[in-house]
């Protein structure tokens, strides 16, 4: 009887030897399994980040190139012209190493046999332009340059050093320059350095002992970290990218991944032999559970790093520094975007050329990765275009055929683009599309829709006509673009906030500053929505054309001209009293005392200036009349009764209270007042 009950215990022991081993073995292989497929999932996540991040550099440099061959085949009989060509691109798209054009042998009989004139981007981010081709640069033995020759779109190469552009390991992307009987005469040549491909992928080492490689189409590495996998066991993880054909590969040691697991592995066991039937339970339980929720927490950090490259892409391209001009005061310009969650690709871009602002507004009609794309190379075609071009059609045309003919992920987009004369105030612009701008008239304070020909939207038909138009601004005027992310915006009820809205918040504050016009357009439409989730991209942008000088007769009636002219200029709105009274006050003087014929004139300058003390408002008042300083006068004692004071001199004290500076110098026969108000 004992014995038998002996050999009940050993195999009850035994078959809970066994249960026990199968659990341990069952919990290492799913945990192992977990391990691997959280590697992967690591791995994946941040070679698709790589792969938008690379298609993002490659989508640009490739439209640069197309845009460098199509402005070459223009100029092609001109040789200064395309050199100009070269360095442009430079100048206006920030991540080309270099850039050139090398013709056919003796194309240009008096540059000599090789001609490849070459403008690359030097250590203090100066551009130097040179002719670089010759017996010792034979440019027509290179890869680059046969894969341009006889491509007949765009093409890359395969790693080199490229010992006389850019001086430093790079890949080329192509594409043929025909002449205007369609033959192949040149190749347009833009640079990627492989530096900045290194630097953006160092992202790639996602574990300690991990090692990264991006290879070309033919194998040959481009970059890669530093190799930790030599006689190891590894897992592998690659992506294809298909424009360049390159490939991205992530190889992780197997030690690496499971290293967490090794070193619980003893603990696990003896947890398992105490708890074997509640485990045994939990593991079954948990591994159903865990694997719905795996997968839901996949999908959705997949969804919000998307979302987030998105987010990233969209607001690198917008400007961010406000104010944009501090050397200009004949404009004021101020721009926002609200991202919502599910990122559009709303998009807004301004800047100065030749005293003209070129502004421009956008809304891509996707979401997503693919929107931002779009957004990121509508910006680059828009700073390239205007960089040589200032017809508000012409423009709009190029970039449209440059959109339709990149088009792979058929999107369209409504685009409005201005452009300012800062001297004469014309505004010349094109609409595709787009909502129609608010204009803000400050005479009339009149808010109303600006004219505009509906066009189409880019991206949709190549050669379509676009019509531009023209307006006359006046000092003071505004001009409010947004995208129907603002009037779409909806509240619980489904109640959208709606043009009428807009143009009524608007209306109440025509005189305000264009920061302060769209922070208060923000706020009310949050005040609408209340709370409800955005579903859109808010996009807002305001420009006004204000002066900062007034002229004046010797007439005393021209006096009320001083306070719509100062609350005009944008300063801070509890400064306009105490500015319009010490201004009103020395430009009376100046016509009561300083023309004894009544005939002159009075000038009033306004600057807004950054000091080591901080941001300063100064108003400098000048005259032609009889020399006179009132800084001389003395300070009035007001301490004494009226009838004991000496008369006049309290206009001068009331300058000196108001003001926190007062000077006066005489120049090239004129009075020079200057007042200075600190911020």
């Known amino acids: 009887m004992a014995n038998k009950k002996s050999r009940t215990r050993i195999w009850i022991i035994l078959v809970a030897a066994v249960v026990l081993e199968a659990i341990s073995c069952i919990q290492y292989f799913y945990s192992r399994a977990g391990l691997r497929a959280d590697a992967e999932h690591r791995a994946q996540g941040e070679l698709r980040r790589a792969e938008l991040e690379i298609d993002v550099v490659t989508v640009e440099m490739e439209a640069a190139t197309k845009m460098l061959a199509a402005t070459t085949e223009r100029q092609i009989d001109h040789p200064d012209s395309i050199a100009n060509s070269t360095r442009l691109l430079l100048q206006t798209i920030e991540n080309v190493g270099s850039a050139g054009i090398a013709c056919k042998e003796n194309y240009f009989p008096a540059k000599g046999k090789w001609y490849e004139i070459c403008s690359s981007r030097q250590a203090d981010s100066s551009i130097y332009t040179r002719q670089i081709g010759g017996a010792d640069h034979d440019y027509f033995q290179t890869e680059w340059y046969h894969n341009g020759l006889n491509g007949n779109d765009i093409c890359w190469s395969e790693p080199y050093m490229d010992e006389y552009g850019a001086r430093t390991m790079v890949v080329s992307c192509t594409h043929p320059v025909h002449n205007k009987k369609g033959e192949v005469v040149a190749v347009a040549c833009v640079d990627l350095s492989l530096d900045y491909l290194q630097r953006i992928s160092e992202y790639l080492q996602i574990y300690k002992d991990s090692y990264y490689v991006i290879r070309s189409g033919k194998g040959l590495e481009i970059v890669s970290g530093m190799d930790t996998v030599s006689g190891r066991k590894y897992q592998i993880y690659s992506e294809k990218i298909d ?49 719905r929720l795996m997968l839901s927490t996949e999908k959705n950090q997949s969804m919000e790093r998307e979302l987030h490259i998105a987010r990233t892409i969209q607001m690198a391209m917008l400007p961010t520094v406000f104010p944009p001009f501090n050397d200009r005061l004949d404009i004021n310009v101020y721009g926002m975007v609200n991202p919502a969650k599910e990122v559009g690709g709303d998009m807004y871009d301004f800047y100065v050329r030749h005293d003209k602002l070129f502004f421009c507004v956008g809304d891509v009609s996707g979401k997503g990765v693919p929107a931002a794309l779009v957004m990121a190379m509508t910006r680059s075609s828009f700073r390239y275009i205007t960089a040589h071009e200032e017809n508000a059609a012409n423009i709009v045309s190029e970039m449209n055929r440059t959109l339709s003919e990149q088009n792979s992920q058929n999107m369209f987009l409504t685009f409005f683009l201005g452009i300012l004369d800062c001297k004469t105030g014309l505004l010349s612009y094109c609409n595709a599309g787009h909502n129609a701008p608010v204009l803000v008239k400050h005479q009339t304070s009149k808010v109303e829709n600006l004219n505009v020909v509906a066009n189409l939207p880019l991206g949709i038909v190549a050669d379509f006509v676009y019509q531009s138009q023209t307006v006359q601004m006046e000092y003071n005027d505004l001009l409010f673009l947004y995208t129907d992310g603002l009037t779409e915006a909806e509240n619980n009820n489904h109640e959208q906030y709606g043009e009428q809205r807009m143009l009524q918040c608007l209306s109440t504050m025509t005189d305000s500053r264009p920061r302060t016009i769209i922070d208060d357009m923000q706020t009310s439409v949050e005040a609408f929505v209340d709370g409800a989730q955005q579903s859109d991209d808010i996009t807002m942008l305001a420009v006004r054309y204000q002066t900062p000088a007034i002229i004046m007769d010797n007439d005393i009636q021209q006096i009320p001209q001083l306070a719509d002219w100062v609350n005009g200029l944008g300063i801070p709105e509890e400064l306009n009293m105490p500015v319009n009274l010490a201004i009103e006050e020395i430009v009376s003087n100046i016509m009561l005392y300083a023309y004894p014929n009544k005939k002159g004139q009075i000038f009033v300058e306004f600057a807004q200036i950054h000091k080591d003390k901080g941001e300063q408002i100064l108003f400098s008042i000048s005259d032609n009349g009889i020399p006179f300083d009132p800084t001389q006068q003395k300070e009035v004692d007001i301490s004494l009764p009226a009838e004991k004071r000496k008369i006049g001199g309290l206009g001068i004290h009331l300058v000196r209270q108001l003001m926190d500076e007062f000077h006066y110098r005489r120049e090239n026969d004129r009075n020079v007042l200057t007042l200075i108000k600190r911020l």
């Open 243 to 291: 424009k360049t054909d390159w490939e991205i590969s992530i190889i992780i040691p197997e030690d690496v991944i499971f290293a967490d697991l090794n070193r619980i592995g003893l603990i696990a066991e003896i947890l398992l032999v105490l708890g074997m039937a509640l485990l045994l339970f939990i593991v079954w339980h948990a591994g159903r559970d865990n694997k």
